[in-house]
């Protein structure tokens, strides 16, 4: 190979500065190969990684749950099926078959009648359910992608896997930074470059988990071997230097906000300025899934009882999956101060979080900030045992919603704690309009949001909630259930919501998952029943995930009937 003539990155060369170069110049060398390389082709080497995929998924798995220090037979090892192999191998196979109608047809193929246009003139198009196991899997659930403005039904088709559309496209090399703690997302945005935007990658490992590193090289050996995949191992010294590397074309950056500035701007006083006078340090294309305080806005209603758990544990689910270490994890409960319920369904929701077992703080800087957030709060009331070893899931109630720039509102805790604020607001309707103004206006981040409503209210106030669902400004919005099934769908887009910039970055810029392949899409709306059974595998609450997971996983891999009862005797047991 011939080295390239200007690969060098202006800062301090780490102690494996000679193996990183290598492996970028083997990038440089097949990124046009991987460019022209017969879609057929591509399509075996996806279809390598889904079935060594499931070969590892065994051991993956059991190295997380070491690493998070999560009790044998535990349900909450379901976590760790879902959260990896399982939504890898559902993304990965929906994208080898949009891969495989581009090869046949020259586009993706959209079910006849799936898009439509909205009264306001907005192009929507059903995404799911996509398949008959869709609907027998997910009854009652259906998603939709909501497009920007420039998309027509007319012209949708020229917004679509614009990548396959380039007469000549130019090679590139990206560089993936992974995320440190759910162990599908480094393997994901790495099949997003490479079969939606053409881009050979190496992927930087996150040393919180960087265990995962010998697992992912064994499930893309084949991409790995054909010179498209390298890896990266090291702390943020490692990750600055291929930043800057001019062999590296572009950046996907799944963490925090404050990451992304130190990357683009610098750090301290000096990117402080560079930040304020947007002059960055670098001309990339950086594309990124970043933070979110996310909302959950519950809308009163008349419930029965049985409703009462059932969401407090919906919402107890969202903080404490992954010992509350997600993105998209609930941060902040909009409930209305006039709801009659209100206080018993905050007592439901302290019986739930009282039950769910303890989790190790695994991820750094988790004491500091869950001291951040007690220190600054009152109405502060925390669940299970506080000591070395663990914290506990924390509720602050009553924050006060003219606060605007209180910390529950403008700053993502990244560990088990969720604060409540309550609207005054007459009716459902005023709530919802409340609600959305305040998460726009006062919510820091746009990923995902949450709204909780019960079918009569939904229906009586129809007009209000669809008003909400399309005013929300955020990549995900999903009625009823958790935005993390945004994440996992495959076929949904999962990203902020389009308009941020590299110096007001929030929740990053682009999106990923996206396997029909939409090139502007605005956000993904999810409907799903306000209670469903048999109870969803990941609710934390579920007694048997672990094992409706495993099975889960290997349906995923390659659907059957006889994999689906599997699947639905272990979910009665939930």
């Known amino acids: 190979m011939t080295k390239p003539t200007s690969t060098k990155s202006p800062l301090p060369r780490p102690e494996n500065g000679d193996v990183l170069d290598e492996r970028l110049e083997t990038l440089v060398d097949t990124k046009d190969k991987w460019v022209g390389l017969p879609l057929a082709d591509k399509i075996e080497l996806a279809q390598s990684v889904l079935d060594k995929t499931l070969d590892v998924a065994d051991r993956q798995v059991a190295a997380a749950v070491q690493a998070k220090s999560i009790p044998r037979n535990s349900p909450l090892i379901g976590e760790e099926w879902l959260g990896g192999p399982m ?22 193929k959209l079910p006849r009648g799936s898009v439509r246009t909205r009264d306001d003139g907005q192009t929507v198009v059903d995404v799911f359910p996509a398949s008959y196991w869709d609907r027998l899997l997910f009854n009652g659930f259906s998603a939709q992608i909501w497009m920007q403005d420039e998309v027509t039904p007319k012209n949708l088709d020229e917004y679509m896997a614009e990548f396959y559309r380039r007469p000549s496209p130019e090679g590139k090399v990206a560089l993936v930074l992974g995320a440190g703690n759910v162990a599908s997302i480094g393997p994901l945005d790495v099949l997003y470059k490479l079969f939606v935007e053409g881009q050979v990658c190496i992927l930087k490992m996150n040393p919180v988990n960087d265990y995962l590193g010998p697992f992912i090289e064994e499930s893309f050996a084949e991409l790995m071997e054909g010179g498209f995949l390298r890896m990266a191992y090291g702390g ?87 010992g509350g270490f997600n993105c998209n994890a609930a941060r902040v409960l909009i409930t209305s101060k006039n709801w009659p319920q209100r206080e018993t369904f905050l ?27 007690v220190e600054e709060s009152e109405g ?98 999903v009625v009823n259930h958790w935005p993390a099934i945004s994440y996992g769908l495959g076929v ?83």
């Open 347 to 373: 007592d439901h929701l302290r019986t739930v979080l009282a039950e769910i077992e303890p989790r190790k703080p695994y991820y750094p800087g988790a004491l500091e900030r869950f001291s951040d957030f």
């Open 87 to 108: 939504v890898i191998l559902r993304t990965l196979r929906l994208t080898i078959d949009t891969l495989k109608a581009i090869d046949a047809n020259g586009s993706p």
């Open 492 to 574: 949904t887009s999962w990203g902020a919501f389009p308009g941020h910039t590299y110096d007001d970055i929030q929740s990053g810029i682009g999106v990923v998952h996206n396997s029909l392949m939409f090139d502007r899409p605005e956000k993904s709306v999810i409907k799903g029943p306000f209670r469903v059974f048999p109870k969803p595998p990941w609710f934390v609450t579920n007694r048997n995930t672990h094992r409706i997971a495993r099975r889960l996983t290997a349906f995923e891999h390659d659907p059957s009937f006889l994999k689906f009862i599997g699947v639905i005797k272990e979910a009665l047991k939930g």
């Open 236 to 322: 943020a010294d490692v990750g600055s230097y291929l930043c800057h590397h001019e062999s590296v074309d572009e950046i996907h950056i799944t963490g925090s906000d404050a990451t992304h500035d130190a990357i683009v701007y610098g750090v301290g006083d000096e990117g402080a300025r560079r930040k304020e006078e947007d002059e960055r340090l670098l001309d990339k294309r950086i594309t990124s899934e970043l933070g979110n305080v996310s909302p959950v806005i519950v809308v009163p209603g008349d419930w029965k009882d049985s409703d009462l758990r059932f969401q407090a544990e919906n919402v107890a689910t969202q903080l404490a999956n992954n």
């Open 380 to 477: 502060v009331e925390s669940f299970g045992p506080d000591g070395e070893g663990c914290l506990p899931w924390t509720l602050i109630v009553d924050v006060d919603c003219d606060e605007d720039d209180h910390i529950c509102f403008s700053t993502e805790s990244f560990c088990g704690v969720m604060s409540e604020t309550s609207l005054d607001a007459d009716d459902p309707s005023a709530f919802l309009r409340q609600a959305t103004l305040f998460c726009n206006d006062r919510v820091w981040g746009t990923l995902s949001a949450s709204i909780i409503i019960d079918p009569s209210t939904a229906k009586e106030h129809a007009e209000a909630l669809d008003s909400a669902i399309a005013e929300l400004e955020y990549g995900s919005v």
